[in-house]
């Protein structure tokens, strides 16, 4: 069965501090990972995407994610949290049929960010 | 570039009305289009999806319906709402054979 599990409903961080957010996937096949990103009644945001090779990818506004087989994960990583990072974080797994689109969505994670 | 505009903004139904929500995508052709659903604080989940213009696929029933009558407009809509259909609606685009999707400013239904 294929699933995002972002164990994490509500992660709190200082501005300043550094980030991560959790995703675990749940794919029999090569995984295409995604994060998106939703502000307050927003559409969503593609802050970077996995395919394949190197690990760790690098994304918009600092961030970055890191891919891991063997732990069926794919965590986003911030060193540095602005106020502005407040927000919904997806993490997406697009299954295979990629005409069909099938993305499969991680509950979301809210980030909120103490001054 | 491509920019992706979905009408109206928001809305506020009466249970029983009629509804139509429009999405249009600028600057790519022959795009696939996607329509999604949101619940309030909750995820997203795919209701219709098209790779061509006439032709759309649904994903979930739940008493909506879809149209692409033209390449780059995709328009979702119902002949009588429900409670349950409000929400947030998102429409979205990749290109042919790319996995990722981009997707719209989103259209907030109010059903009362």
């Known amino acids: 069965a294929q699933s995002v599990t972002q164990p994490d409903a509500r992660v709190t961080v200082s501005e300043g501090a550094s980030l991560q957010l959790r995703c675990k996937y749940s794919y029999s096949g090569t995984p295409y990972l995604f994060w998106y990103v939703q502000y307050p009644r927003q559409g969503l945001q593609l802050l970077l995407k996995?395919?394949?090779?190197?690990?760790v990818v690098q994304g918009v506004n600092g961030f970055e994610a890191e891919f891991s087989k063997s732990n069926s994960s794919f965590h986003l990583r911030k060193a540095s949290v602005h106020w502005s990072d407040s927000a919904v974080y997806f993490c997406?797994?697009?299954?295979?049929?990629?005409?069909?689109?099938?993305?499969?969505f991680g509950q979301g994670t809210k980030l909120s960010i103490k001054p | 570039a491509q920019t992706i505009h979905q009408w109206p903004v928001a809305e506020i139904k009466a249970v029983g009305s009629p509804l139509s929500l429009g999405c249009t995508i600028k600057?790519?052709?022959?795009?696939?289009l996607y329509w999604y659903w949101q619940a309030t604080g909750g995820t997203l989940q795919q209701l219709f999806y098209?790779?061509?213009?006439?032709?759309v696929e649904s994903v979930v029933q739940l008493n909506l319906s879809a149209s692409r009558p033209k390449d780059d407009q995709f328009i979702l809509s119902t002949e009588k709402l429900l409670l349950s259909h409000s929400g947030f609606y998102l429409c979205?685009?990749?290109?042919?054979?790319?996995?990722?999707?981009?997707f719209g400013p989103g259209t907030r239904l109010t059903v009362l």
């Open positions: 098209s790779i061509t213009v006439g032709q």
């Open positions: 997406v797994l697009s299954a295979m049929n990629y005409n069909q689109g099938k993305l499969i």
């Open positions: 600057g790519k052709s022959s795009p696939n």
């Open positions: 979205a685009w990749s290109l042919w054979g790319s996995y990722e999707q981009y």
């Open positions: 996995y395919y394949s090779g190197d690990p």
